[in-house]
């Protein structure tokens, strides 16, 4: 079973900056893309960024220019930088990894329990 801890969340003013990670455990043979999803209350989940194995990254237009998405492979790890943060950036925060569990098996997403940003004005 695979497990994804995230950490980092938490209540910070507009304008500043916080730091998620996301560290996955267990029995798996690698990781494909690793991303970070958000969700507002009354708002369908999104897309925030993503990452490939090989380090290629895309951002949500809203946030470019103020996060940073990066990986450390050999610690099954994703990070979230995150700057210049505004109220509307408040959201649960999730990450996910797509898991090899097994020398040519398919990919599953496997996801984070959310962690809460929360960016006062």
């Not at 969340?9 to 996301?22: D, F, K, N, T």
């Not at 267990?26 to 507002?40: E, H, L």
Request: aromatic share 10%.
């Amino acid at each position: 079973q695979v497990q994804l801890v995230e950490s980092g969340g938490g209540l910070v003013q507009a304008g500043g900056s916080l730091r998620l990670s996301c560290a996955a455990s267990g029995r798996m043979f690698s990781i494909n893309d690793m991303g970070w999803y958000r969700q507002a209350p009354g708002k369908q989940r999104e897309l925030v960024a993503g990452i490939t194995r090989g380090g290629f990254t895309n951002y949500v237009d809203s946030v470019k220019g103020r996060f940073t998405i990066s990986r450390d492979n050999a610690k099954n790890t994703v990070y979230l930088q995150m700057n210049s943060l505004k109220p509307e950036d408040t959201a649960v925060y999730y990450c996910h990894a797509d898991v090899i569990r097994s020398y040519g098996w398919v990919p599953s997403r496997d996801w984070g329990q959310g962690t809460q940003v929360t960016v006062s004005s």
